[in-house]
């Protein structure tokens, strides 16, 4: 990250902690629900299958950055699906930084080749070793592994979304991390019980032990771009939620944190971790500022 951005997005923090301020510093524009895969937990893909024109994502991008929004995503859908006529994602993301966007971050699910050098992280989801992920999301984890090896820039990181299926393999997807030349780190999720996919929950007991593991990893010098000191919070689900921070358009329509936000009784049991980083930095929590800087400057 360069200074210039690092001490705007410090500022804003520090505003947002000492006025207890509620404005969005991260936005998600989704281009598209379409996919070409349907993995096993998964809510959101194909509902309308519909990709969102080129000039309709740049305006919602336009709202996002008027709001003050300086950390950007692209979501899905698979966003490398998005395209209009001759424009592809490379060129939203290349718009975007020259909007003003300070960090520029794409979602992915990494079978499609990897050529996105502008954007600043890549988050493509791995869902375990082969066979877990595979589980999970059909048979595409040599494809994905043979896109990372071929990305044209090392700004990939791992996303890994754990449940019942993929729960014991957290330290494969951390020795990939460490082990692929164009990943700088993995980051993880657990799993969110939309309606459609409870039984897929993982229980207070199993979150424990798997934040366990991911401290030893981190412990070990495993590159993960998630902050220990938010784990409590995450296993017994007491992060305040939703992230006033963080908003997302899909489609011209705006939400608070996620999508998500209108499925009934689901905050309570969210698995993002985002959500628990972000909330308890924005209040101010000093461990979870300490962590903050050391993490995310090491890997953003
Ligand atoms: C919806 S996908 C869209 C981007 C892209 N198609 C992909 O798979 O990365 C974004 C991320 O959300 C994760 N995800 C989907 N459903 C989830 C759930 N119920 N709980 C937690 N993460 C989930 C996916 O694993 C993926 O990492
Ligand atoms: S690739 Fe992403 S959007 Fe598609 S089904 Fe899987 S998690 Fe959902
Ligand atoms: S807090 Fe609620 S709206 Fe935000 S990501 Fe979690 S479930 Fe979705």
């Known amino acids: ?3 210039s951005a690092f001490f705007r ?10 006025f207890r301020k509620k404005d969005p510093i991260l936005g998600t524009v989704i281009l598209t629900d379409k996919c070409n895969l349907s993995c096993k937990h998964c809510s959101v893909n194909n509902i309308t299958s519909v990709i969102h024109p080129y000039t309709q994502v740049l305006g919602e991008m336009e709202r996002l950055y008027e709001m003050g929004v300086r950390i950007l995503f692209f979501c899905g859908g698979e966003t490398f699906l998005w395209r209009d006529g001759e424009k592809t994602l490379r060129d939203l993301v290349i718009e975007a930084k020259k909007m003003g966007f300070l960090i520029v971050n794409t979602v992915t699910n990494g079978t499609m080749p990897i050529d996105l050098p502008e954007a600043d992280l890549i988050l493509l989801s791995l869902d375990g070793d082969r066979a877990a992920h595979n589980a999970i999301r059909g048979d595409t984890y040599d494809t994905i592994m043979e896109n990372v090896r071929n990305a044209s820039a090392d700004n990939i990181c791992f996303y890994m979304a754990i449940n019942q299926i993929n729960k014991g393999a957290i330290q494969s997807v951390c020795a990939a991390a460490r082990n692929s030349k164009n990943v700088r780190a993995v980051s993880f999720n657990f799993h969110t019980p939309y309606p459609d996919t409870r039984e897929l929950a993982l229980s207070r007991e199993e979150k424990t032990e798997c934040c366990r593991v991911i401290g030893r990893m981190i412990g070990e010098g ?3 771009l998630n902050l220990p000191a938010a784990f409590p919070y995450l296993i017994n689900n007491t992060f305040p939620t939703p992230c006033f921070q963080c908003v997302v358009i899909e489609n011209g329509r705006l939400s608070t944190c996620g999508r998500c936000i209108d499925v009934p009784g ?3 049991e969210c698995g993002y971790f985002f959500v628990a980083e972000y909330t308890l ?11 903050a800087l050391t993490t995310y400057l090491k890997y953003v």
Request: proline letters at 3%.
């Open 1 to 3: 990250m360069k200074f």
């Open 9 to 18: 997005l410090a500022l804003f923090g520090i505003k947002t902690v000492l």
């Open 222 to 224: 495993y590159p993960v």
């Open 266 to 268: 689901l905050c309570a």
């Open 281 to 291: 930095l924005f209040r101010g929590n000093f461990r979870i500022v300490f962590e």
